[in-house]
């Protein structure tokens, strides 16, 4: 799931008064309110038919939460039941009582005709059907918001495949829901850091105990404090006298090797609180509702108080915590080191309220002098203290400013604590910059540091940071450190991302037990005393759930272990293609003709045509034509030229990586009209049969063939819906952005749809880029107007039903996506007379955090096909959870789907086996993949674009003067190039 940054504004009153004064308090009692009616499982046994209104009256999930419990005492797996005064969200009922089964418990019948679950599902949603006015407006067909409602799951949960029970890194919140909670507004003058604030909320504790009532409130470091009593008055005021520790740094040689501690000094702080509002997690039903979510503020409180604890001992970034006590701390290099920690959330699941903690892994910027940092990040200045005199050309200075701007550093030179975030380099060098003193008077930059501060600068010739767009404001570099605790900026390369994923990398069994550590452990969300001050009780045992196995489908060809006695199901033919060697080194061009030969023969034992004689002979050119884009197309069109203009591929084999791989794709898809497949020298020399077999494999896609193919036609998994004479389209749906500190390059969103039936693996692409950081994708109505012609000529005629997986989108847009783009795929159809298809709209989620593992202790991963729709899942909503693919390095990640509209009305059983048997279909892989095909062609097509984009806007350069970038309003978005006609009808973004 995504994760959002919330701003707030703080108000910082400028008077002081000289006299402390505080707003008296009385000390209240600290009040529990507790649930006093007994359970319903201590009513006696005879009293049926009390049991009988209590069983109708409950979900079925918590009749689950006691089976599990029973079943547990065979196994010593859960603890036992709650006591009845810390509830989940509703009092759970024991499933094994002699009792007719309710309506409720249908979920348990496997003999419940589908015919049922379907005519139910009708009634149910023709009360909240969507109305669709007949009237257009601005040419498309208008839906009224007020009826447009996340879908509801259409039965109790699956029943195909073979049970196997698990455990999930969900852990059970119980609480009080009577509990008041007191939200105080907090304001504190001078704006402090967040640790600083911490220290402050601490002080204040410990010396003014009873200004809080004897409790320990919590504080979110920022304006929020949340109390289990009201404090006397609503408006408060402190003042603190904090002693904060000052740091000087030795300096060796014009750089930093070491931080001496100095002493403390003494700053005032005025805090002032104001009560916000008191509330509790009593449900809002509406009428007619079994279930409601527990109010927002009540859910942040909660979380705000279970993140106590570890925000005080650990670095928090997002929802993750990091601290170098965990033993995962590591140098990666390019001035980056790996922290282990760990994420933890809330979520409403069907059990009640739940935390989810999964470990986590990111890099951080290294805490150094930005002199020995610059000489990790940037390879050509490693040699820069050993030549102090160089200067900067004009793009090793953008290298540098893009290597530290936005991160936050703190000088050396003087004991301070302030930190500065790095704006920008300077246009002058050290040597030639003035600058103007309060009275107006120019001194040199050199001078004042020489006079006032003793020191000589070594590096006159290096820019200096800026902090300030708005004033002239410059620290010398070798001045500066890098402050600890912040998240690398930007991307990693590929050697800090395979030690970050290496990190990372647990056995299933290594990593559970680093999840239980963490609960156990000191810095867990339940070791503080917020738990107990607010009468919360997290359980320290994973959820015990029961899962199902499905079978996987039937393949035309059945898939060997390896690609060795593979062929695929169907082949293409290549006749016409080149090979261009960019670089390598003499011994690794006499290779070719091996490699040549050896990529033949693999192609032909495939299936795959790959015919022997290339054109004329290899094209061999230097390294340097990938940094000149003229001259590459120039080469490109020439070798398209010696084809008769009628080449279907050309195979680069590369020397090293190198950004001009952009651009090669860019000419090559838009401007010459060829495909493209890239390889490395280093790959090839090794000419080891598994790299050779893939390698003709992504040929194989990007040409036309795929690897395989149901060996039953999708309709015939689903024959209730689903027949070979009514076409059904298959979509995806991904939008990338830029790197966060990007703030004017456009996002690019992506859409391919199927254009075969009933196969169903063939897919093309549109891509468009759009406003930056727009998450809603603009042009989706003209996208899928575009898929739907194109599936028309391939199929003749229009598909019946539409089933489009929109993924990259985090639950809090959920409403947003489902409101603008299902309007804009009905406007789409409405460009067409008479047509009105059904739509399922599926959100595909990859970044969240539950894990699933097996019960028993081994190191195996759960199997391919896993899937659970019971007790972590949304209470009422259609989503679950599969594991699609076989996890072989690390612990699997199943993908999330959660259904947002249905008009297509498939039960669990249906949709969960059509998007597994699609996970099949992938047309470059041998096994199954671990998301639904469409969503990760949409990836695949959106990355191309953003690919493309990023080499337009880095050839276009750009003023590195920062106070030169102005802009009122939006960047400009920048139109993505043309797809050639001969490529866009092709995968060629595989």
Known sequence: MEEKTHHHHHSTNKHIPSSKSRTPLLHKPYHHHVQTNPPPFLLHPSSHQNLNLVASNLPSSYYYYYYCYFYSQFHNSLPPPPPPHLLPLSPPLPPLLPLPPPHSMTRFHKSLPVSQVVERKQQHQQKKKIQVSNNKVSGSIAIEEAALVVAKRPDFGGQDG?????????????????????????????????????MIKQKLVETDRNSFSGVVPAFDGRQNIYSPVEFQGDRLEFFVNLPIPSCKAVMNYGDLREKQPQKKIEKLFRVNMKLVSKFDGKEQRKEGEDWAPLPPEYIHALDVILREN??????????????SSMGGSKEIGGGAVGLRGFFQSLRHTQQGLALNMDLSITAFHESIGVIAYLQKRLEFLTDLPRNKGRELSLEEKREVEKAL???????????TVQRYRVYGLTEEITENIWFPD??????????????????????KNLPCLQISRARPCYLPMELCMICEGQKFLG???????????????????????????????SVGPSSGNQTREFNLEVSREMTLLKGRILQPPKLKLDRPRNLKESKVFKGTRIERWALMSIGGSSDQKSTIPKFINELTQKCEHLGVFLSKNTLSSTFFEPSHILNNISLLESKLKEIQRAASNNLQLIICVMEKKHKGYGDLKRISETRIGVVTQCCLYPNITKLSS????????????????????????IPSHIPRLLRPDEPVIFMGADVTHPHPFDDCSPSVAAVVGSINWPEA???????????????IIQDLDLMVKELLDDFYKAVKKLPNRIIFFRDGVSETQFKKVLQEE??????????????????????????????????????????????????????????????????????????HYHILWDENEFTSDELQRLVYNLCYTFVRCTKPISIVPPAYYAHLAAYRGRLYIERSSESNGGSMNPSSVSRVGPPKTIPLPKLSDNVKNLMFYC
């Open 822 to 895: 299902l309007q804009s795929i009905k406007t789409a159809c409405s460009k067409f007379q008479d047509y009105n298809p059904s739509i399922t709209f599926a959100v595909v989620q990859k970044r969240h955090h539950t894990r699933l593992f097996r019960c028993d202790p081994d190191h195996e991963n759960i199997p391919p096909g896993t899937v659970v729709d019971t007790v972590i899942t949304h209470p009422k909503e259609f989503d679950f959870y599969l594991c699609s693919h076989l996890g072989v390095k690390g612990t699997s990640r199943p993908t």
């Open 761 to 775: 693996n063939r897919y093309v692409s549109r891509m468009r880029s759009q406003t930056h950081r727009q998450e």
């Open 310 to 323: 570890p925000m005080e001992k650990c670095t928090s970034i997002g929802r993750s915590f990091y601290s």
């Open 405 to 415: 701007k936005n991160i936050r550093v703190f000088v050396c030179h003087r004991e």
């Open 690 to 713: 598994q790299f050779v077999s893939n390698l003709a494999l992504k040929i194989n896609a990007k040409i036309g063939g795929s690897m395989t193919e149901l060996y039953n036609s």
């Open 438 to 459: 309060r009275e107006g008077k120019y001194l040199r930059l050199m001078s004042y540091f020489k006079d006032h501060y003793g020191y000589e600068i070594q590096f």
């Open 162 to 198: 073979s049970v196997i029970y698990l455990l999930a890194n969900h852990f059970l919140v119980k609480f009080d829901s009577s509990q008041r909670i007191y939200h105080y507004n907090v304001e504190i003058s001078p704006q402090p850091s967040k640790e600083i604030a911490r």
């Open 491 to 521: 991307k990693l390369s590929d050697d800090q991302a395979a030690k970050i994923m290496k990190m990372g990398c647990q056995k299933p069994n290594e990593r559970k037990a680093i999840i239980d550590k963490v609960m156990t452990g």
